[in-house]
């Protein structure tokens, strides 16, 4: 009876240790890898940092389609969006986070103080409901696809 290379208790350990250390080797880089995409976005909805945020990001606005290209840009919408038009934060409610997806459900919550979509400061509080589906490229947002109910946002602010 012939003996084949891989029936041989040896090969076959060899083998077993391999695929076991690759598989170990794996899910320890995936660990870390979820676990600083995990810190950088909780970091980013905490502060909306733009150091969170790739040079190259695009972050687009899924009711008008408006689309803001690269950090300094996206840095700018920020700050009109949490300082200027409104004093306002990003309420936290869910999130989900992987390597390189994660999923944001929260309430825009703030103070009209300043001109937006052509409408004068009002001082009237909002509260919308806002999720933003990110993907994520080396532990930073590379895509923002960003769900505001800015029908919302108005009813609230013209008090109809």
């Not at 083998?15 to 950088?40: D, E, G």
């Not at 919550?109 to 509080?125: D, L, V, Y």
């Not at 999720?131 to 946002?153: F, H, P, T, W």
């Amino acid at each position: 009876m012939k003996k084949f290379l891989f029936a041989t208790p040896s090969y076959s350990v060899k083998l077993f240790v391999i695929i076991l250390n690759y598989k170990t080797m794996t899910q320890a880089t995936m660990t870390t890898s979820i676990s600083h995409s995990r810190q950088n976005m909780e970091a980013y909805f905490n502060t909306h940092d733009v150091q969170y945020i790739a040079e190259d990001a695009v972050f687009i606005n899924m009711s008008s389609g408006e689309r803001t290209e690269g950090r300094e840009a996206i840095k700018q919408l920020l700050h009109l969006m949490y300082h200027q038009a409104f004093d306002a934060v990003a309420e936290v409610k869910n999130f989900i986070i992987t390597e390189d997806k994660a999923l944001l459900e929260a309430r825009f919550k703030g103070t009209h103080i300043g001109e937006i979509a052509g409408m004068p400061a009002t001082n009237k509080k909002v509260d919308v409901p806002l999720s933003v589906a990110y993907n994520l490229e080396g532990g930073l947002i590379k895509e923002a696809r960003v769900y505001m109910l800015m029908d919302v946002m108005m009813k609230q602010l013209s008090g109809t």
